[in-house]
């Protein structure tokens, strides 16, 4: 953290315009600029590794500016196989043919727990949580993952679908509640004035049990179930805006996140520290014996579900204009979803010093 700090003022003092552009903040109504297009998901403009996964087209120079999406392929994922996953996210360069997942933030290890084979998300006081990644995209369809929650006050287990708009889907589990889960969900990142999250209950252990928890998003309802038996559905046609006539229900390709994140922490609102089950305890006995916070993950399986079946050539999704005026159109390409950087995409020279330095000061100011 020292070190970012320094070499902010320092590089920004050398390159003063080049750093602008870079770091510059973005949203729908101040893009980015043509020399750095990309609006990453923490919303900075930059290029290389900027323009992958989370970047938000919207926000960006163009719809254009973003690399297309790797195309839903089902499949069924045992995570204790870290061969398939890219342990440091700025290496990705869109081939989600290399690898099936990256760690965008945090740390993973591999552990046994009731004699199934998983890994371990951590979270420490130093270095945050942990955040897990898909490089492959769901546009409508079931996605089952297999966990055992943390367990702790201020510590949320969380395993969603997030757009590259903000178009989110939640299984999340707070704090040290562990008979009970919370399904929620969110339009283009907006927040209601009324939450349209709910408590499940009546969960047997979450943190020594193994479960299956399971996001069934399909157009027209989303259905969420625990272990094969249902625990909610939300209809599409329930999620029209009364004022605005806007359907604001999830519609746009989602990567699967997994994470473990400190939501009990000071520089979390005071509400988001209340709803997690107050402030963390580092002096937790399980935290001081195993230097750690932690979470399981089995396996994940995708059962694909496009509105139309995509043909052999296709790889990618790309986003059009408006299909509404609220709603961009998705449609399948066959564009590369490779952005042609190298070994360290958008890390070359002044610019790409630049490009790390942001993103790590970003990530470090970002818990999740």
Same mark, same amino acid.
């Given at each position: 953290m020292l070190a970012v700090l320094f070499l902010l003022p320092l590089l920004a003092t050398l390159t003063p315009g080049v750093f602008a552009a870079q770091g510059a903040t973005c949203n729908a109504t101040s893009p980015c600029s043509s020399d750095y297009p990309c609006c990453s998901a923490y919303g900075f403009c930059g290029d290389g590794?900027?323009?992958? $996964?989370?970047? #938000?087209?919207?926000?960006?120079?163009?719809?254009?500016?973003?690399?297309?999406?790797?195309?839903?392929?089902?499949? %069924?994922?045992?995570?204790?196989?870290?061969?398939?996953?890219?342990t440091n996210y700025t290496y990705f360069n869109g081939n989600a043919s290399e690898y099936d997942w990256v760690v965008q933030e945090g740390s993973i290890m591999n552990t046994t727990s009731d004699g199934e084979a998983a890994i371990a998300l951590l979270l420490t006081e130093n270095g945050g949580g942990t955040l897990l990644s898909s490089t492959r995209y769901v546009h409508y369809g079931q996605v089952t993952a297999r966990l055992k929650t943390g367990r702790w006050a201020g510590v949320v287990t969380a395993f969603i679908t997030m757009s590259d708009i903000k178009d989110e889907i939640d299984w999340e589990f707070p704090g040290n509640a562990t008979t009970e889960g919370q399904t929620n969900y969110f339009w283009q990142g907006l927040i209601p004035q009324t939450t349209n999250g709910v408590i499940e209950t009546g969960f047997t252990d979450t943190y020594a049990n193994w479960h299956d928890y399971t996001i069934d998003w399909q157009p027209d309802a989303m259905t969420f179930l625990v272990d094969g038996n249902?625990?909610?559905?939300?209809?599409?046609? #329930?999620?029209?805006?009364?004022?605005?006539?806007?359907?604001?229900y999830p519609s746009t390709p989602s990567r699967i996140q997994l994470s473990l994140w400190p939501a009990g922490i000071s520089s979390e609102p005071q509400g988001t520290v209340q709803w997690a089950g107050g402030m963390i305890n580092w002096?937790?006995? #399980?935290?001081?014996?195993?230097?750690?916070?932690?979470?399981?993950?089995?396996?994940v399986s995708v059962q694909c579900n496009d509105p139309t079946p995509p043909n052999s050539s296709v790889t990618s999704y790309v986003y059009g204009s408006n299909?509404?005026? #609220?709603?961009?159109?998705?449609?399948?390409? %066959?564009?590369?979803?490779?952005?042609?950087?190298?070994?360290?995409?958008?890390? %070359? $020279?002044?610019? $790409?010093?630049?490009?790390?330095?942001?993103?790590?000061?970003?990530?470090?100011?970002?818990?999740?």
């Open positions: 590794y900027y323009c992958l $996964g989370g970047c #938000d087209p919207l926000s960006s120079q163009s719809l254009t500016s973003c690399t297309p999406s790797p195309v839903c392929q089902s499949a %069924n994922y045992t995570l204790s196989d870290t061969s398939r996953i890219l249902i625990t909610r559905t939300i209809k599409a046609s #329930d999620c029209i805006n009364n004022v605005t006539g806007v359907n604001q002096n937790d006995p #399980d935290y001081v014996s195993a230097g750690h916070f932690y979470a399981l993950f089995q396996s299909t509404t005026t #609220d709603t961009p159109s998705i449609a399948f390409s %066959n564009a590369s979803t490779i952005n042609g950087a190298s070994s360290l995409p958008g890390v %070359n $020279g002044v610019h $790409g010093v630049l490009a790390a330095v942001v993103l790590a000061a970003a990530l470090l100011a970002h818990p999740f």
